[in-house]
């Protein structure tokens, strides 16, 4: 088995405090991977520096083998990567972009139209060639940005919080694409959203005040992280019975007249099928979270676990 991605003692200042220290990863294997920790934990402090975006202060990143410090043209080639504000030109066409993301990535002349076409195919977007972006809905524009992290077919793809201001229809098709594209890659996706890593990934490494603090795959994360309920946020809710119906939920509270909790026996998917149901029978559903509470037990539990 080939290391896709190395990350050796990695540590990074901005000015006198360290937003992360001593973080070491290793990913050898095709598939989502969940890079997890709340707001400031240092996720994108990270993903900037294994991208080559940002020099770290100590530590190495290794790429399909290939050092980013020493030889960042060629680590680069083997890396696409979707920032948390994807880098689109929106006075241009889809293709337009693509070509032109293309040969930044110095792929060879001959080779583009075919990866373009290729790009866009994978991320659902053929349809929309010579659509200007600025005139494509955000969950389209968000393809377009995937279809660049992976147009010269790179090992690793880079996602930082991908899903960010997407709307549930949107949610839903956007990580239906992560899933697929972390078939034949190895996608490291940062999220804090506890279910979406859930859902996304089979490995999950947890940063908190710039350490790693847990790493390892879904199924051992699983034993610790026990989410029960999930609050809700409807323009147009249902009755308590409508909700119960939901396959796996327990017990239903009504917070407002517009604001519920559901409680449900350990089941990730529900998440999925409350949205479902949402868009099937009008709900308009305008928030869904997981237990916040909860999470941050989670982050607080490993911290101290971690410093033990
Ligand atoms: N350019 C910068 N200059 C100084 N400090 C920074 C800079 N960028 C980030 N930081 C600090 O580094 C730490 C890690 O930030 P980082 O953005 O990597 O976290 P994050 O996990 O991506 O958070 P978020 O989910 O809010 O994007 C934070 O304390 C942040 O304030």
């Known amino acids: 088995m080939s290391t896709i991605l190395k990350i050796e003692r990695l540590s990074h200042r901005y000015s006198s405090a360290w937003a992360i220290r001593d973080i070491n990863l290793e990913i050898t294997e095709t598939g989502v991977v969940g890079l997890l920790g709340s707001n400031g934990a240092g996720k994108s402090t990270t993903m900037n520096i294994l991208c080559g975006v940002l020099n770290p202060t100590e530590g190495n990143v290794y790429i399909n083998g290939i050092s980013m410090r020493e030889h960042p043209e060629a680590a680069k080639r083997e890396i696409g990567f979707l920032p948390q504000y994807p880098p689109v030109y929106t006075d241009l066409t889809v293709d337009e972009y693509l070509t032109y993301c293309a040969q930044l990535r110095r792929m060879e002349k001959g080779s583009i139209r075919k990866a373009v076409e290729e790009a866009k195919e994978r991320c659902g977007i053929g349809h929309f060639s010579s659509r200007l972006i600025k005139n494509l809905s955000g969950g389209y524009r968000q393809r377009v940005g995937i279809a660049q992290a992976i147009i010269h077919k790179p090992r690793l793809v880079v996602m930082d919080e991908p899903t960010n201001g997407l709307d549930p229809n949107q949610l839903i098709e956007a990580r239906k694409l992560i899933r697929e594209i972390g078939q034949d890659h190895t996608v490291l996706l940062s999220s804090h959203i506890l279910n979406e890593v859930h859902l996304l990934c089979r490995e999950v490494v947890m940063i908190e005040g710039g350490r790693v603090i847990?790493?390892?795959?879904?199924?051992?994360?699983?034993?610790?992280?026990?989410?029960?309920?999930?609050?809700?946020?409807?323009?147009?809710?249902?009755?308590?019975?409508e909700l119960m119906k939901i396959p796996g939920a327990t017990k239903v509270e009504f917070l407002s007249d517009r604001q519920v909790r559901v409680y449900f026996d350990g089941d990730q998917d529900i998440t999925e099928r409350i949205i479902t149901a949402s868009v099937q029978q009008g709900w308009r559903l305008r928030e869904i979270n997981l237990d916040?509470?909860?999470l941050d037990d989670i982050f607080k539990q490993l911290s101290i676990q971690s410093l033990q």
């Open 214 to 241: 847990f790493s390892d795959t879904m199924d051992a994360f699983n034993n610790y992280v026990q989410p029960h309920s999930v609050l809700l946020r409807m323009e147009n809710p249902p009755s308590v019975a």
């Open 292 to 294: 916040k509470g909860l």
